[in-house]
C-alpha cells in the first residue's frame, strides 16, 4: 500500500468513527433529557413519603435542577468537541484528496516529460545511426588506401 491510500483509509475510518461517536452523543442526550423528566416526576411524587425532602423540597429541586443543567453543559461541550472533531477530519479528508490529486498531476506531467525526452533521444540515436550508416555506405567502396 502506498502512503497515500493508508492516510486516505485512515481518514475514512476516522470520519466514520466521529460519525457514530456523534450520533451516540445525541442518542444519550436525548435519552438524558427523558431520564430527567422522569426524575423531576419521581422527585415530585417522592415528596410526601420522605419527610426530610418534604421540608426542604424546593433545595432538593434546585439541586436537581442545577445538576441536569451540569449534565446539559457537558453534553453541549461533548457535542461541539464531536462536531469540531467531525469537520477536522472532513477538511484533512479534502485537503488529502487535493493532494493526491495534485500528485497524480505531477506523476502524469513527470511521465510525459520522461516519454518525450526518451523519444527525443532515440530519435537522435535513429539520426545518427543513419548519418552513421550514410557514411559507411559512401565509403562502402574500398580503395587501395584502405588500412
Known sequence: MTYASDTQSMLDQRLKTTG???A????????????????????ER?????????????????????????IGIVWL???????SFFQDCLERLRSQRRLDEQYAVRKQQADEARQAKQAE???????AEAARAAKLNKNARS?????
Open 20 to 22: 457514530w461517536q456523534i
Open 121 to 127: 533521444k532515440a530519435a537522435r540515436e535513429a539520426e
Open 143 to 147: 580503395t587501395k588506401f584502405d588500412y
Open 46 to 70: 417522592a415528596r410526601p413519603i420522605f419527610p426530610a425532602l418534604d421540608q426542604n423540597f424546593a433545595a432538593w429541586q434546585s439541586g436537581y435542577t442545577l445538576v441536569l443543567i451540569v
Open 24 to 43: 451516540q452523543t445525541v442518542v444519550l442526550g436525548l435519552l438524558a433529557a427523558c431520564l430527567s423528566l422522569f426524575g423531576q416526576v419521581c422527585l
Open 77 to 83: 461541550v461533548a457535542m461541539l468537541q464531536r462536531i
